[in-house]
């Protein structure tokens, strides 16, 4: 098998403003929509972040169309943390947990987008 890319794809309410959030406050870049839809990307980031209405009909397997807002977190590593917080706070994004360091190296923040998707910001030191 040769993977040639990966994408998440996030069922939530309003597929646009979950991609803005992502476009105004991650550096995403909007590669394809159509009603319901919405595919973004960013090289660095390894893979293809989607945004699915919830409920469209070409969902499939429906017992999975549920609200992505539902205990997931996405996350992206980054190399300044405390640089990214202190950007994103002054964008006024809704942080939901402040910087914390765990024990084992690490160092994260949570954010909410528009439809409660938590994005996670980590840092290992």
Known sequence: MNITASAISLNVADPQASAQFAIDHLGFTERMSA???????????????????????TFKPMSAAGS????????????????EYARLQAEGVPIVTPI??????????????????????????
Do not use: C, H, K
């Open 100 to 125: 914390e360091t765990e024990e084992w190296g690490e160092r994260y923040f949570q954010m909410s987008d528009p439809n409660g998707i938590i994005l996670q910001l980590v840092q290992w030191v």
């Open 68 to 83: 992505a807002s539902d205990g997931l977190l996405v996350v992206f590593v980054v190399d300044d943390i405390d640089t």
């Open 35 to 57: 009603d319901g839809f919405v595919s973004l990307d960013r090289p660095d980031a390894g893979l293809n972040l989607i945004f699915l209405r919830t409920g469209l009909e």
